[in-house]
T-cell receptor, first 111, second 116 residues
Framework: GEDVEQSLFLSVREGDSSVINCTYTDSSSTYLYWYKQEPGAGLQLLTYIFSNMDMKQDQRLTVLLNKKDKHLSLRIADTQTGDSAIYFC???????????FGSGTRLQVQP | EAQVTQNPRYLITVTGKKLTVTCSQN?????MSWYRQDPGLGLRQIYYSMNVEVTDKGDVPEGYKVSRKEKRNFPLILESPSPNQTSLYFC???????????????FGPGTRLTVL
C-alpha cells in the first residue's frame, strides 16, 4: 500500500529556517499536503501542492516537490516559537478520497 | 463559523462498555471520515462516508461502526471497546467537487479515548 515517511524530530533556533522532509511511495499521488498540529488541537491545513508543480510559496512557507524522487519538503523561513508543533505530510492519490499521512515531525523552536 | 465538532473531547471508559463519539459539521459537506492517531503511526483512516447512507471501510475498521443518517452527522460507535482502541480520534469532512479538485479536509479538534 501507500506509505509516507518523515523524520520524527527537528530542533531549530528562533529566526533560523526549518526544513521538514517527507518521502512517499504512491506514484499516482495527485495532491500533497502539509498539516500542522499544535498541542491539544486538531490538524490545520498549512498548504498543499499539486503533483504537476515543483514549488509553491506562501508567505514564510515554501513547499518543494521532487516527483521523480517522490520527495516533498516544507521550509519555514524565520521560524518562530509559535511554529513549534507537529507537522504532518500527507498525500492523496488519483481517485482516492482518503489521505495517507506520515507519522509527523515534531518541530521544536528554541528561543 | 464553519467547523467540525466532536464530543466528547476526552473519555475514559472500561473494556466492553459501548460508547459513541459524535461528529457534526456545518459546512454541508458530502464526505466525512474518521481517523485514529497513534504515536509513530500518523493518522489512519477508520471509516468514511461519501454521502448520506453511504459508508465504507478505511484502513483500520475492525472494532468500529459508523452511521450516516443525516448529512451533517457521522458518529463513531465502539460496541465493545478494548484497550488497543485507546487513541486520539479525529473526524474530518470535505466537499465533494469531484475528481481533479482538491477537496480540502477540515478536521475536528479530536477526542482522546482511554479504554481501561
Amino acid at each position: 500500500g501507500e506509505d509516507v515517511e518523515q523524520s520524527l524530530f527537528l530542533s531549530v533556533r528562533e529566526g533560523d529556517s526549518s526544513v521538514i522532509n517527507c518521502t512517499y511511495t504512491d506514484s499516482s499521488s495527485t495532491y500533497l499536503y502539509w498539516y500542522k498540529q499544535e498541542p491539544g488541537a486538531g490538524l490545520q491545513l498549512l498548504t498543499y501542492i499539486f503533483s504537476n508543480m515543483d514549488m509553491k510559496q506562501d508567505q514564510r512557507l515554501t513547499v518543494l516537490l521532487n516527483k521523480k524522487d517522490k520527495h516533498l519538503s516544507l521550509r519555514i523561513a524565520d521560524t518562530q516559537t509559535g511554529d513549534s508543533a507537529i507537522y504532518f505530510c500527507a498525500e492523496r492519490g488519483t481517485g482516492r478520497r482518503a489521505l495517507t499521512f506520515g507519522s509527523g515531525t515534531r518541530l521544536q523552536v528554541q528561543p | 463559523e464553519a467547523q467540525v465538532t466532536q464530543n466528547p473531547r476526552y473519555l475514559i471508559t472500561v473494556t466492553g462498555k459501548k460508547l459513541t463519539v459524535t461528529c457534526s459539521q456545518n459546512m454541508n459537506h458530502e464526505y466525512m471520515s474518521w481517523y485514529r492517531q497513534d504515536p509513530g503511526l500518523g493518522l489512519r483512516q477508520i471509516y468514511y462516508s461519501m454521502n448520506v447512507e453511504v459508508t465504507d471501510k478505511g484502513d483500520v475498521p475492525e472494532g468500529y461502526k459508523v452511521s450516516r443518517k443525516e448529512k451533517r452527522n457521522f458518529p463513531l460507535i465502539l460496541e465493545s471497546p478494548s484497550p488497543n482502541q485507546t487513541s486520539l480520534y479525529f473526524c474530518a469532512s470535505s466537499a465533494d467537487r469531484g475528481r481533479g479538485f482538491d477537496n480540502e479536509q477540515f478536521f475536528g479538534p479530536g477526542t482522546r479515548l482511554t479504554v481501561l
